[in-house]
């Protein structure tokens, strides 16, 4: 019993300072929580998916013998059934009643299509008067982006169908076929029957689109708010998991500056327990420190961490990790006074290299991720991403044998050191 009595003596200590519970617990809510503000939250989410305001001009009217109309077919693209869910559209006689409606903010985007637009883009000769021009509120992001992305991919595809036209065109010469302008427009139906339907799964299906790009592991059913938020958690609780561990092998240190660690030493407890009782604190402080986290982080940011039992391999790594390299790094301090810069410095330097700061940042160069795995803080994180991701427990497996011998062997290294320092 005295091995647990020890334990909870220094957990005692631990959790009576201020200080220590702010940087276990209310530093990573805080720092989450931050990014979670920025982000607008779950109702900025939100607030990126509202109905967009759309007003279109159109005064696009080709002439007689060219059977295709851009301008409508345009116009019909934003008004079909099934975008009405997230884009509202009002048309507008000219350009002046767009405008006018966007200084009132009764709309946020304006789409003026010009005059010979059908002209300029199947002759594929435009010129500034004949280029769709998109006016927004500077305040939307969003809004306009897609917008213009649903005028652009319809005017690729128009491009498209001019080039195959010539491409066949250029065939039938190559074979000496004759080929008769008159087929032209049947081709040209033909061309933008498929194309529609294809701009249309694109835009306005995208689950039946015809290219998808999904990463790895990655839970396509999460919303992309708790995915930055879950692994940014993840990250600043493994960053404060391993600072923990160290802040709670100071204990030894104070003691043996203050002298109490020499007295605990005469008395009957083989010293073997006393250390022990120390290295269990550690353990126990890092997994309720864990616990915790995610607990609040579910609560109050909506977190999922996954599988339960994917969620529990991961937090096994992170606690052995975390303990082992807090045991080595205070096993290496003589005093104190030199455990400041190891825990805010070293600590900090492992946890930018371990990737913990940069995790919900996307494009990061590749160099990193492979620096990450050269310490255990990456390991750790590894199962974090794929517990995150809902993966099962056996595509954690490496992370966690790799995290869980990196402790290992730091704590085993770590009681040898303090073994030899209280011989």
């Known amino acids: 019993m005295k091995l647990f009595d020890i334990a909870l003596k220094d957990m005692l200590r631990s959790f009576r300072s201020l200080f220590a519970v702010g940087m276990m617990v209310a530093a990573p809510l805080l720092i989450t929580g931050l990014i979670y503000l920025a982000f607008g939250g779950i109702s900025g989410e939100q607030r990126d998916m509202s109905v967009i305001q759309v007003g279109l001009i159109n005064a696009d009217a080709p002439s007689p013998d060219i059977s295709f109309n851009l301008g409508q077919t345009l116009v019909e693209m934003f008004t079909d059934a099934s975008v009405v869910d997230w884009l509202n559209v009002r048309v507008y006689p000219d350009v002046a009643g767009a405008r006018a409606a966007l200084d009132r903010q009764e709309i946020g985007i304006a789409v003026i299509i010009p005059a010979g637009l059908s002209a300029a883009a199947l002759s594929g000769e435009p010129s500034p008067d004949t280029m769709v021009l998109i006016l927004h509120d500077p305040t939307l992001t969003l809004g306009p982006q897609v917008v213009g992305g649903m005028v652009m991919s319809l005017l690729d595809g128009v491009t498209g169908g001019r080039i195959a036209i010539e491409v066949i065109q250029e065939r039938h010469a190559a074979r000496g076929l004759a080929f008769a302008p008159t087929q032209i427009p049947a081709l040209i139906g033909q061309?933008?029957?498929?194309?529609?339907?294809?701009?249309?799964?694109?835009?306005?299906?995208?689950?039946?689109?015809?290219?998808?790009?999904?990463?790895?592991?990655?839970d396509e059913t999460a919303a992309p708010m708790s995915q930055i938020l879950g692994t940014t958690m993840a990250g600043q609780m493994i960053f404060f998991a391993f600072y923990t561990a160290a802040y709670s092998m100071t204990s030894i240190l104070r003691e043996q500056e203050e002298g109490t660690l020499a007295r605990l030493f005469t008395t009957p407890t083989d010293r073997t327990v006393i250390l022990g009782g120390k290295f269990l604190a550690v353990i126990l402080t890092v997994i309720l420190q864990g616990a915790a986290l995610m607990l609040f982080a579910g609560l109050t940011f909506g977190i999922h961490w996954g599988r339960t039992d994917s969620a529990l391999l991961a937090l096994v790594a992170q606690v052995v990790a975390t303990a082992g390299l807090g045991v080595l790094?205070?096993?290496?301090?003589?005093?104190?006074?030199?455990?400041?810069?190891?825990?805010?410095?070293?600590?900090?330097?492992?946890?930018?290299?371990?990737?913990?700061?940069?995790?919900?940042?996307?494009?990061?160069?590749?160099?990193?991720?492979?620096?990450?795995?050269f310490t255990p803080h990456g390991w750790v994180l590894k199962g974090w991403r794929l517990a995150l991701a809902g993966q099962a427990p056996n595509e954690l497996l490496l992370p966690f044998f790799i995290a869980v011998a990196i402790g290992a062997a730091m704590f085993a290294l770590g009681a040898i050191l303090f073994r030899r320092r209280f011989a």
Do not use: C
């Not at 492992?350 to 913990?356: D, F, P």
């Open 191 to 218: 061309y933008q029957t498929w194309y529609t339907d294809f701009q249309r799964a694109t835009f306005h299906h995208p689950t039946q689109a015809a290219l998808r790009l999904v990463a790895p592991g990655v």
């Open 329 to 373: 790094l205070i096993a290496l301090v003589k005093h104190s006074r030199q455990a400041g810069p190891v825990l805010g410095g070293g600590l900090t330097v492992l946890g930018m290299l371990g990737g913990l700061f940069t995790v919900g940042i996307q494009g990061m160069p590749a160099f990193l991720d492979v620096a990450a795995l």
